[in-house]
């Protein structure tokens, strides 16, 4: 084995130096020093991937580009994928009901670490659900949202109902919407990356902390943006995933659609009675969502003459968006923008 020479060690001691004087990451040794190979379900759970794990991460995302996730079936490429995975990084079991079975017929003897970002969020009810149920409302479909703890065994029986349906049971996945859950989301993701690759643990810390304080500037810039609009209601042509966000903000929301899945039809009557509420409010928007053909949404448009905006739940993005460079920063500030303009917003 040859020694270093003392020069040597002198140039290798001034560059070490060098990197930490200009805040660079410094990485232990040990092990091959190869990134992480991670896979992940929706696109802000990868866009955060990419920023946890920086160069130490080869970050996949399952879903290909402008794919709608809510009918996704991984293929047996993805699944082979998530079994050579160092990470595996889903939204929770009401959003990837098919991830529990994947994970029962993987290869456990690599030890894959799948980590369930909803853990410690309390999830929403479905509220149109619970209209469906019975549960009081308000005229034109407007449902106030509910925040439920379910026992453990109650919340696993629809976990398992969820998984043989391929749906949400009575629950909303939507939680990466609500920023504060977002900033929870990271802090499992950061803790997943720093239990998995211990010798660089504060550094994926470190690049949470510094991201979340960015969604809590965000998050501060939807709080006074929207506390003063002429109009506090979200009217949704499609789906509605905006739930958290609506209750974090203090809107409420307007839907046509029974549920949160974009599967389900709404009926002539539910569109009739949206068509009035907009004429009554006097409302100049209708919000529809991203990768998915706005169909109900222009129906109603002819109807009333409101204008179609944007509004994007950042599911998955498009060919075109991923690589301009889109990020569930940039997706978010931009439905700011779209909803202090729909909503008539000083």
């Excluded at 660089?200 to 506390?227: H, M, T």
């Excluded at 075109?320 to 439905?335: C, F, K, P, R, V």
Aim: charged share 25%.
């Amino acid at each position: 084995m040859r020694r270093l020479s003392a020069g040597c060690i002198l140039t290798l001691a001034l560059l070490l130096g060098s990197a930490l004087l200009r805040g660079l990451p410094v990485y232990a040794e040990g092990g091959s020093g190869a990134p992480l190979r991670v896979v992940t379900t929706l696109f802000p759970l990868y866009d955060w991937a990419r920023v946890i794990g920086g160069d130490r991460a080869d970050v996949s995302l399952l879903l290909p580009p402008g794919v709608e996730p809510h009918s996704f079936e991984p293929t047996p490429r993805d699944i082979t994928a998530i079994n050579k995975a160092d990470l595996f990084i889903y939204t929770g079991a009401f959003m990837e009901p098919w991830v529990q079975d994947i994970l029962r017929g993987l290869d456990h003897e690599k030890k894959l670490l799948a980590v369930d970002t909803s853990q410690g969020i309390e999830l929403m009810t479905d509220v149109h659900e619970q209209a469906s149920h019975g549960s009081a409302g308000a005229e034109g479909g407007h449902q106030e949202g509910s925040s439920q703890s379910a026992s453990h065994e109650s919340r696993q029986e629809q976990v398992h109902e969820a998984g043989k349906e391929h749906g949400h049971g009575n629950w909303d996945p939507h939680i990466w919407l609500d920023l504060g859950n977002a900033r929870k989301m990271v802090d499992t993701i950061a803790g997943a990356f720093a239990r998995k690759d211990p010798a660089n643990r504060q550094l994926y810390l470190d690049r949470a902390r510094e991201y979340n304080g960015r969604l809590k500037a965000l998050d501060e810039d939807f709080q006074k943006s929207l506390a003063g609009c002429k109009s506090h209601t979200i009217i949704s042509g499609g789906h509605f995933a905006f739930g958290y966000f609506a209750r974090r903000y203090g809107l409420d929301h307007v839907s046509p659609y029974s549920g949160v899945s974009p599967d389900a039809e709404p009926t002539p009557k539910k569109i009739a009675e949206l068509i009035e509420t907009i004429k009554k409010l006097g409302a100049t928007s209708i919000f529809y969502e991203e990768n998915i053909e706005p169909r109900v949404a222009r129906i109603i448009r002819e109807e009333t003459g409101a204008r179609l905006v944007l509004l994007h739940g950042a599911h998955n993005v498009t060919r075109d968006e991923l690589a301009g460079g889109a990020t569930y920063l940039s997706i978010m500030e931009g439905n700011l923008k779209r909803l202090k303009e729909g909503l008539e917003c000083p």
